[in-house]
């Protein structure tokens, strides 16, 4: 059913985009958020791919079917549909509300306060609804014009005190300061609920060619459980990951994700996961302070520095006469090409 789904999102490109999320991103977040047990809320659940993810984690864990209680809602109908479809095969029961709804305008699950939160919304809706006095606005009033952070606060709201969030958004969410975005975000950074930041390949999607990263939230960074990570956040660059399997089409490789998870599971702390180390130009724990030198902006290239070059060895007094060589050769075969060039083109 997701080789057909994915086949489907492929060939009809835009279209198709809105029924998929590649199974490499899901994976990416429910590797990273390990829901073992508890409920599991998708705002805009779409064909219910998370959900179908999630199940898979809890019994390649060891766990039961049953372990967790499954909820969402989705406004498009043959989407729904086909969530119904993929959740009923593999014998998944989940709440997704009786009928197709607009999760801004009518919340089918007001009272829920999930344990976690997957979703993958969709990215800069400007024809959205909203109620400026809307009790999920705690941290400001989300734009007109994109629904970006209303999907971000939306989220919040369904947390449970304990809970743990991992959603995929534009990259523009990362350091966007148009109509209030920014003011948003500093919000959320001061409020301690960023734990973590992934910026993403390019080309995975079907739908769209935009950049994507994932936000990873939570209500509490010091929960016992886990080493004690308030007033910090994790910055991940996975932009250089992943494989090209056509022209246009990347896709991350079970190696990406291991790598990627358990750096997010030794960073906080997680028993079996290892010690965690910053590496530049891939990942870096950075302060609360650090995050607002930066003007809150939580874009992770900022963050993780450069990757170190490893010495070739070769001294700088041989290298750069050598350099300069090659360069001058270089420019004059230019300046030659450039009059063929005008030659051409009076010829022409």
């Known amino acids: 059913y997701e080789y057909f789904l994915s086949k489907f999102a492929s060939a009809e490109g835009k279209g198709g985009g809105e029924f998929y999320t590649p199974s490499c991103v899901v994976r990416t977040i429910v590797e990273m958020l390990a829901p073992y047990k508890g409920r599991i809320y998708d705002p ?51 709440d997704i509300g009786q009928e197709p709804a607009d999760t801004f305008r009518r919340d089918l699950h007001k009272d829920l306060k999930a344990d976690f939160i997957i979703a993958n919304p969709p990215f800069n809706i400007s024809d959205w609804s909203r109620d400026e006095s809307d009790v999920r606005w705690k941290y400001g009033i989300p734009p007109k014009g994109n629904a970006n952070f ?8 369904h ?3 304990t809970g743990m969030a991992g959603f ?59 080493r004690d990570r308030r007033k910090e956040t994790l910055f991940i660059d996975a932009r250089k990951m992943g494989t090209l399997i056509d022209r246009v089409h990347r896709e991350l490789n079970d190696a990406d994700l291991l790598l990627i ?21 891939f990942c870096k724990s950075a302060t609360t302070a650090e995050i607002a030198a930066h003007g809150h902006v939580l874009t992770p290239g900022r963050f993780v520095g450069a990757e170190e070059v490893a010495d070739d060895g070769d001294p700088f007094e041989e290298k750069m006469p050598r350099l300069v060589a090659e360069l001058c050769v270089q420019f004059a075969e230019s300046a030659k090409l450039e009059q063929a060039i005008k030659a051409n083109m009076k010829g022409l």
């Open 44 to 94: 805009c659940c779409g064909s219910g791919g998370m959900f179908v993810q999630s199940e898979k984690f809890v019994e390649n864990h060891g766990g039961k079917i049953g372990d967790i209680s499954v909820y969402g809602q989705e406004m498009n109908h043959t989407t729904r549909r086909l969530a119904i479809m993929n959740l009923a095969i593999r014998g998944i029961e989940a």
């Open 261 to 281: 998870s358990s750096t997010y599971h030794a960073w906080r702390g997680e028993k079996g996961a290892g010690k965690y180390a910053d590496v530049a130009g």
């Open 159 to 161: 947390l449970a005190p």
């Open 150 to 157: 209303g999907w971000v606060q939306h989220i919040i709201h």
């Open 168 to 226: 995929v958004l534009a990259n523009g969410s990362m350091s966007s300061n148009q109509s209030g975005e920014g003011d948003i975000r500093k919000s959320l950074v001061e409020n301690d609920l960023v734990d973590c930041m992934v910026a993403m390949p390019g080309q995975l999607f079907y739908s769209t060619q935009i950049p994507v990263c994932l936000w990873f939230l939570t209500r509490n960074k010091n929960d016992g459980k886990r």
